[in-house]
């Protein structure tokens, strides 16, 4: 049976992970390399590493960043932020992503998307959501959620997909670094209306928030970074807990 | 010294960074000619089964003979898919036919949460149907039933006698194939993790000791 899968996030600026609340006021994590490898041993499944400033001189850092971690975990490894063009993910997967995570660039040149799955297959191409609710859907942001879209998150992921997405990454703006919940409701929308995975993010506090989303949110897969990154939460007991709870997850 | 072949689907960074930690020996041979030489072919591949394509002519010719040779051969993922007779991604393609049956879209059920692509971890089976042989198996050495690896792809091999591990998403189709010294994953065993470099040690092992090899797998079935 297909497990739930649990992602750690590792927001990177100047080469050091750093984590903010609500896109904002960052604070200091650690090396991405030395981060990845206790995940690793802790019995994480995937690993994301998001440029968080995405400038022209953090590319060459970022490079070096996604070499140092694919070096030292066997677990599949997803790049975002700041791919803007083919050439950015290119350099992203030479320097060992195995997918690249799109997001501005997706919705501002959506043929993009399609360039990339034909290049690199469907599998290595997510389609990054940011969005929070307004009314009864969900606006999607772009520019670090600066930048209001004017898109449905729902629309947004069908269309993504039928250009060649693999999957979903949907993160709640309204639940980002608030520790209060994934916002099921809205992860459960976009995972009825495609048929590609989708990866929750945003808000996840405790143990029960995966139980959460993994059921009523209809996730296939959770993604958190401050919950991991300040040991609050170990993977291994996160794993455990589901795993008593009927989620199958990878022990 | 080991054989990846490079055709151009998706990207080898990841099979040559775990070749490299386990200390494998390998080159990626720039024409077909160049086999000959080795002791093992690697035939990793993601995407579509369109790309092996590329692989139709002298590669195919030459590593069909590698393997009339006994040499042993490892096919990742499409790699695996391709020693096949042929896919339905790309009927037009032939594949390396060195196993019988050919390759079928996943038919999932969205309903049920099972999703196509298949992307995840997923449990390897060693027993349940007839033909699985997990534990007698050299690719899978080491390993417990009910291992898990990571997968994605959309299209699967069915389950016939040189299918020696089986995993279900819906359908059951051949997780590990075994035929010989020909082996075959549909999984990534460069990102699985633990369990994965466990299966590539598995193969440098068959590697450098081909003779190894155990009695036909569909004589003991």
Redesign the interface.
């Known amino acids: 049976m297909l497990t739930k899968r649990i992602i750690a996030c590792m927001d990177v600026r100047d080469g050091q992970v750093v984590k903010g609340v609500q896109f904002q006021q960052l604070r200091h994590a650690g090396d991405p390399a030395a981060l990845a490898q206790r995940y690793n041993v802790e019995g994480i499944d995937e690993v994301v590493v998001l440029d968080i400033t995405a400038t022209l001189e953090s590319r060459q850092a970022l490079a070096r960043t996604i070499s140092a971690v694919a070096h030292q975990i066997f677990l599949p490894l997803t790049v975002g932020g700041g791919i803007r063009k083919e050439d950015d993910a290119s350099a992203a997967v030479d320097a060992g992503a195995d997918k690249v995570s799109l997001n501005t660039a997706a919705l501002s040149n959506p043929p993009l998307i399609t360039t990339l799955a034909r290049r690199y297959g469907s599998q290595a191409v997510i389609v990054a959501i940011d969005a929070k609710r307004r009314g009864n859907g969900f606006a999607v942001y772009v520019r670090s959620g600066t930048s209001d879209a004017a898109r449905d998150a729902v629309e947004w992921a069908r269309e993504a997909e039928s250009r060649g997405a693999g999957e979903i990454l949907l993160t709640s703006m309204d639940r980002d670094g608030t520790r209060s919940g994934f916002d099921c409701d809205m992860t459960a929308a976009v995972a009825n209306a495609v048929n590609i995975p989708v990866i929750a993010s945003g808000g996840a506090g405790d143990l029960e928030h995966f139980y959460d989303v993994f059921t009523h949110g209809r996730a296939d897969a959770a993604l958190a970074a401050s919950i991991f990154h300040y040991d609050d939460t170990g993977v291994g007991e996160l794993k455990k807990y589901l795993n008593t709870r009927n989620i199958p997850v990878r022990m | 010294m080991i054989a990846l072949i490079d055709y151009g689907a998706?990207?080898l960074?990841?099979v040559r960074?775990?070749l490299t930690?386990l200390g494998a020996d390998f080159a990626t041979p720039g024409r077909p000619e160049e086999c000959a030489r080795f002791s093992a072919v690697i035939v990793p591949g993601?995407?579509?089964f369109a790309a092996t394509s590329a692989l139709v002519g002298p590669w195919r010719d030459t590593i069909a003979e590698t393997v009339r040779r006994g040499t042993p051969l490892l096919g990742i993922c499409l790699g695996m898919q391709w020693l096949f007779e042929g896919s339905d991604e790309a009927p037009e393609v032939p594949g390396l036919g060195v196993l019988e049956g050919r390759v079928t879209r996943l038919r999932?059920n969205?309903d049920a949460?099972?999703?196509?692509?298949?992307?995840?971890?997923?449990?390897l089976n060693f027993h349940g149907q007839p033909h699985l042989s997990g534990p007698r198996s050299r690719m899978l050495a080491g390993l417990e039933d009910g291992a898990?690896v990571?997968f994605?792809?959309s299209y699967a091999a069915p389950v016939t006698d040189a299918c020696v591990a089986a995993t279900?998403?819906g359908d059951t189709f051949a997780a590990v194939v075994e035929r010989g010294n020909v082996f075959g994953v549909q999984f990534?065993p460069?990102?699985?993790?633990d369990a994965?470099?466990q299966i590539i040690r598995n193969f440098l092992e068959v590697a450098r000791n081909p003779s190894a090899a155990p009695p036909h797998v569909e004589a003991e079935c």
């Open positions: 998706g990207n960074t990841s960074k775990a930690a993601v995407g579509n999932g969205p949460g099972l999703k196509i692509p298949h992307v995840g971890w997923n449990a898990h990571y994605t792809h279900t998403h990534h460069e990102k699985s993790s994965g470099l």
